[in-house]
T-cell receptor, first 116, second 109 residues
Framework: GAVVSQHPSRVICKSGTSVKIECRSL??????MFWYRQFPKQSLMLMAT?????????EQGVEKDKFLINHASLTLSTLTVTSAHPEDSSFYIC????????????FGPGTRLTVL | GQQLNQSPQSMFIQEGEDVSMNCTSS?????WLWYKQDPGEGPVLLIA?????ELTSNGRLTAQFGITRKDSFLNISASIPSDVGIYFC?????????FGAGTRLTVKP
């Protein structure tokens, strides 16, 4: 089946630093990847849609200058949390849509970010 | 963005019992999906529904896409301890996927 990986699985950083999270589709090509944020005991909230070779589309209320997204290839999208603050601590999950399948999104295992 | 209304929020059941949960929306979706999420992990797709009225099974799981395209339900039959987790419904139109708040399932052996 389709596999999506994320790296790192957990990261702890100091306030003010930047953190990069990678999302890879391992056995399929993804023209579109999605980034979600999930706070404890809450549902997934879409942050942005990442399109290969073009700018990401951000959801309302998500700062594009704070959450930088790069989708440089058909198998890799990165999310960089810039100048992280404690309130950015969350579980970040990516998903990827198989370019051969128009409907199915496959999720990565998530990245737990803790900002001290 | 638009969120779905998922119920119940939580369920405590005995092993062997059947479970039912559902999602409703004020908007129409072209695709309904059901995911299970274990603690500290990403959601795993259980069932995808593509046509209004469609009834699909995956082992002990059965899900239906409502005729109005605004609702879906998921049934789990003969629950087992490993069914424990959070179940999310999701409605999707092209690139736009919206999630329900989740149903937290606890199964007592």
């Amino acid at each position: 089946g389709a596999v999506v990986s994320q790296h790192p699985s957990r990261v702890i950083c100091k306030s003010g630093t930047s953190v990069k999270i990678e999302c890879r589709s391992l056995d399929f090509q993804a023209t579109t990847m999605f980034w979600y944020r999930q706070f404890p005991k809450q549902s997934l909230m879409l942050m942005a849609t990442s399109n290969e070779g073009s700018k990401a589309t951000y959801e309302q209320g998500v700062e594009k200058d704070k959450f930088l997204i790069n989708h440089a290839s058909l198998t890799l999208s990165t999310l960089t949390v810039t100048s992280a603050h404690p309130e950015d601590s969350s579980f970040y999950i990516c998903s990827a849509r198989d370019r051969k399948s128009t409907d199915t999104q496959y999720f990565g295992p998530g990245t737990r970010l803790t900002v001290l | 963005g638009q969120q779905l209304n998922q119920s119940p929020q939580s369920m405590f059941i005995q092993e062997g019992e059947d479970v039912s949960m559902n999602c409703t929306s004020s908007s129409i979706f072209n695709t309904w999906l059901w995911y299970k999420q274990d603690p500290g992990e990403g959601p795993v797709l259980l069932i995808a529904l593509y046509k209004a009225g469609e009834l699909t099974s995956n082992g002990r799981l059965t899900a239906q896409f409502g005729i109005t395209r605004k609702d879906s339900f998921l049934n789990i039959s003969a629950s087992i301890p490993s069914d424990v987790g959070i179940y999310f419904c999701a409605g999707q139109n092209n690139n736009d996927m919206r999630f329900g708040a989740g149903t937290r399932l606890t199964v007592k052996p």
